[in-house]
């Protein structure tokens, strides 16, 4: 029986890959330099690997940006908006087409099923045939070894995966756009093969969400082809995030190997092997270990179940190794030194991991005893018993929300009428959605700050200062309904994971979100509970400044849950509760001092969707409930906005509307109308902003774009509920496009309400 994993993370335990990459795209190291450097890292990664003594290592998982993107230009799938004449794309037009050019905007960038990395999207078109232009699996499995003597186990996306998630244009056929890749595909298979590869990861975890008849035709079909183009290259066909969708179909495809997530739909993958067996002529990969989370493994558990597997297969057919690639959990816990020892006792980041997978198959293959494993139980049993994970009070409180009504009292409308009387704004009102530019000089103030360089009052002085100016950009502006900025957070969910009780935060426990900007996901170890206030000082301070209405800022529980690391002890809507309760506290608190709006962000809410149908109903209720909880105490005057910065939800809209929000902000520049439709399908009443330009680029829209997007709204939503807003925050711009877009969205909003308000006369 073997080790094995599936992916580490790239991103280097002092974010030395991130660090490498800016300063490469700064102009601030060559290209050499650069190449040099990733070349370094990865290898620093491989042997690690090797050293914490992995059976089969992952080659090729190593990313420069995103593997999906690493696919596609392998085969030189590159979309026509770039200049490429055919051959290995070249690093300028990869960076190129994952961050835009001045003169071509970015391919779309969406997330990763249901975590919260995000891709770079393809893009297939009829007219630029694909080609294997790099076979980059072989160069890699090749470096690892010569370089290091590792025999490893390249990774590739399946080709029926990689297109499912790209966009398809022209006519070609789904079943199409595969089979034109097949021959692709078998090709770098047949190379591998023939280098000695001893075993190849191919995913395909679209099998483990809902599959058509039609989709699982194509599989069949591809998987057929290619053990006839690479008779010789052994596949072990891996899924992860659920359950496969059809197990029997599943298992009689013609590889040597398949992998189920153990952790993540486990109990209908057990149910499979106990009912249905396993071929007795395939490899079983189980991920034991959950590659998402970061608690350690009760080992002594999972040991018990394995015996239980061994009666189904034989213990030379199994192959031990995490859930899921290890990109989604940081690099290692050893250096966390403010986490105390009960947690950090119970914490596995990605070496652990590994170190718990080669621990198990030590002990499955009879080299150590089982007490090895028990290590995991006991600080598991002591996290337990821990006073942080008994909170009576917070208990108690969670216990009585089912005897309590989570609606606001008073319906929608006539909120509405109270809200306009207190508020009294202007017609397509103008607002953001809160953040504004995280300068670099912000950053270093909190990095001086946190050590101890810049003091708390000289601190907040700044803060103060940015709220300041920003106030004053905005009523120049013109805007109607304004923000603090959100200066005093690094991010939208570890700034309340620092704040409220029961949550840890990290010193380097950081995450791949997308390219280079990565996220430290704070981990909920504990009962949650209100401590103190956690915006209200800065919210309040800045409605001081100013006679318009400030919008306070704060994340909904959902978000906060599903970009945290959760508890794996109680279940998720105990946890999302326990939240919602807390941040209730934050709500009641901001509208006692005044503030008479707060937006609730809930982005998360929709990528958070169960990859299966069937458990979205579920999901949806505890959300909404999650969500209700939160603001359902406020007065009626009190105006709740929430925020989704996707486009995507056509088939949530009436969880949405269940929200009971009175405005909500969506994302729409880049929806290419689809958005638009659903609202003439769906009678939304509320008040609704939808994005009127993109923040994700530093391009200043033009008036008539602005325009344009407004009165495509205006055809299907009435002028008294649409307000005018950005897609989401502008955290990321730099500040003079910020002011020069913002400049040209109220310009456009106050045109197009003058239109209105003559048509009225
Ligand atoms: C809306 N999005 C979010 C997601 N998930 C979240 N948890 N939060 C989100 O906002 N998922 C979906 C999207 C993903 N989008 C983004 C957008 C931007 C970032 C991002 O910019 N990340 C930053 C890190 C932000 C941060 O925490 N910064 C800290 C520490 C800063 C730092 O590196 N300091 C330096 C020194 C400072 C200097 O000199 O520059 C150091 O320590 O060496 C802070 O602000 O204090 C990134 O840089 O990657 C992420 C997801
Ligand atoms: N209020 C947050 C929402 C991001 S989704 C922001 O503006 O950054
Ligand atoms: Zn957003």
Known sequence: MRSSSLGYPRIGGQREWKKNLEAFWAGKRSKTDFLQEQKSLRLSYLQKQQQLGLDLIP???????????????????????????????????????????????????????????????????????????????LRLYEEAKSELGINGKPVLLG?????????????????????????LYGQVLAELAQ???????????????????????????????????????KLLLQTYFESVADYNRFIQLPVAGLGFDFVAGKEETFQNLRVNGFPNDKLLALGVIDGRNIWRTDLTAVNAELKEVLQVV?????????????????????????????????????????????????????????????????ALGRLNASEARNNQSVQQEV????????????????????????????????TTIGSFPQTKEIRKKRLDWRKGKLDSAGYETFINAEIDRWIAIQEQLGLDVLVHGEFERTDMVEFFGEKLGGFQFTTYGWVQSYGSRCVKPPIIYGDVYFKQPMTVKETVYAQSKTDKPVKGMLT????????????????????VN??????????????????????????ALREGLPLKRAKWQSYLDQSVTAFQLT??????????????????????????????ADVISIEMSRSHGELISSFEEYTYNKGIGLGVYDIHSPRVPAKEEIARNIERALNVLHPKQFWVNPDCGLKTRQEPETVAALKVMVEAAKEARQTLETKTI
């Open 59 to 137: 080659v090729g998982d190593f990313s420069d940006y995103d593997h999906v993107l690493d696919t596609a230009v392998a085969f030189g799938i590159v979309p026509e908006r770039f200049a490429y004449a055919g051959g290995k794309v070249e690093e300028e037009t990869y960076f190129a087409i994952a961050r835009g050019t001045d003169d071509a905007v970015a391919a779309e960038m969406t997330k990763w099923f249901n975590t919260n990395y995000h891709y770079i999207v393809p893009e297939l078109t009829a007219s630029r045939e694909p080609a294997l232009v790099d076979n980059r699996w």
């Open 159 to 183: 080709p029926v995966s990689f297109v499912k998630l790209a966009k398809q244009y022209g006519n070609k056929s789904f079943s199409e756009h595969v089979q034109t890749l097949v021959p």
């Open 195 to 233: 280098a000695g590869a001893p075993l190849i990861q191919v995913d395909e975890p679209i099998l483990a969400g809902d599959v058509t008849e039609a989709e699982w035709a194509v599989v069949e079909e591809t998987y057929q082809s290619l053990a006839k183009l690479a008779p010789n290259a």
């Open 314 to 378: 034989e213990r030379e057919r199994l192959i031990l190794q995490p859930s899921s690639s290890l990109l989604h959990v940081p690099v290692t816990v050893q250096s966390e030194e403010k986490i105390a020892d009960e947690l950090k006792e119970a914490i596995a980041f990605a070496d652990e991991k590994i170190i718990e997978i080669v621990s198990l198959a030590k002990v499955v293959n009879g080299h150590e005893p089982p007490s090895l494993l028990e290590a995991s139980k006991h």
């Open 399 to 430: 216990a009585q929300i089912s005897s309590e009504d989570p609606s606001r009292g008073l319906d929608a409308p006539t909120r509405a009428k109270l809200q306009a009387a207190k508020l009294k704004l202007p017609l397509l009102p103008t």
């Open 556 to 575: 909904g529980p959902v978000t906060i849950y599903n970009w945290s690391f959760p508890r794996a002890d109680i279940t998720e809507g105990e946890a």
């Open 578 to 603: 326990q939240i919602a309760l807390a941040l209730r506290k934050e709500v009641l608190a901001l509208e006692k001092h005044g503030i008479g709006v707060i937006q609730v962000d809930e982005p």
């Open 631 to 660: 603001v359902n105490q406020v007065k009626p005057e009190t105006q709740i906005h929430t925020h989704m910065c996707y486009s995507d939800f056509q088939d949530i809209i009436e969880a949405i509307d269940g929200l009971d």
